[in-house]
């Protein structure tokens, strides 16, 4: 695989992570990094400009709380396309394609993150497709959508929050208690502590929920952008 990655961006990853097993999730096993900084710098040198902060090297406690649910309950997945919905590092599509999906996608908006998601699927030996993009931009086809750490930033969250409500499959949603999170149409499934990175949360768990995430109607639809196509 080391081969089939280029060469700048293979290097910085696995440069500044190594491969461990998930917080959470022994059972997959993820590139991580131990520091934000250092890793962040070096997307910057090799851009020569701005970049978004790495999330895709960390494992957020919203992604390790959707895997240990799909790992503990296969069956939500097993046969049905899923979208993972601001993926990361890919650990819910990792899980997800692990407990038999028909078809996995993991969505990001960061390319980057589509490269550390494909090395992280050979180690767990599965397969799925990365998109890079705005979700919220398309209508993808899929059966169940997995959003983990999604309303951390206000305006992000609303938008994510309304098409996630307007989406036509189960959603599932996973929450460390960021400030801009629902409080209403929501239903508790599951409770996890998550053990994060203290650097990234201040903190060495954070107390995650899982809710499923009810629906509601949109207005005006965006155009039709089919599961595992990027947006226009």
């Not at 409500?165 to 929501?186: E, F, N």
């Not at 060495?204 to 039709?224: D, M, N, S, Y």
Request: net charge negative; proline share 9%.
């Amino acid at each position: 695989m080391r081969d089939a990655t280029p060469i700048s961006t293979a290097s910085i990853i696995f440069e500044h992570t190594s491969l461990a097993a998930a917080p959470l999730v022994p059972e997959l096993v993820a590139y991580q990094a131990e520091k934000l900084v250092p890793l962040w710098e070096a997307t910057e040198w090799r851009a020569a400009a701005p970049q978004p902060p790495p999330f895709w090297a960390f494992v957020w406690p919203g992604s390790a709380a959707l895997a240990r649910y799909l790992l503990d309950s296969p069956e939500i997945v097993r046969g049905k396309t899923v979208l993972d919905f601001g993926s990361g590092s890919g650990l819910a599509a990792l899980a997800a394609a692990r407990c038999g999906a028909a078809t996995v996608v993991a969505w990001d908006v960061d390319p980057l993150a589509g490269v550390v998601q494909q090395l992280n699927a050979q180690p767990n030996g599965v397969t799925f497709t990365s998109v890079t993009g705005d979700a919220t931009l398309a209508e993808p086809d899929a059966e169940v959508i997995l959003a983990g750490d999604v309303c951390y930033e206000r305006e992000a969250a609303e938008a994510n929050l309304s098409w996630l409500r307007a989406s036509r499959g189960l959603v599932l949603l996973a929450d460390p208690g960021r400030h801009y999170a629902p409080t209403d149409g929501l239903e508790l499934l599951q409770t996890y502590d998550v053990p994060v990175l203290k650097e990234l949360e201040s903190v060495e768990v954070k107390r995650t929920r899982l809710w499923r995430l009810e629906r509601c109607a949109r207005a005006h639809p965006p155009g039709p952008v089919r599961l595992g196509a990027p947006p226009p």
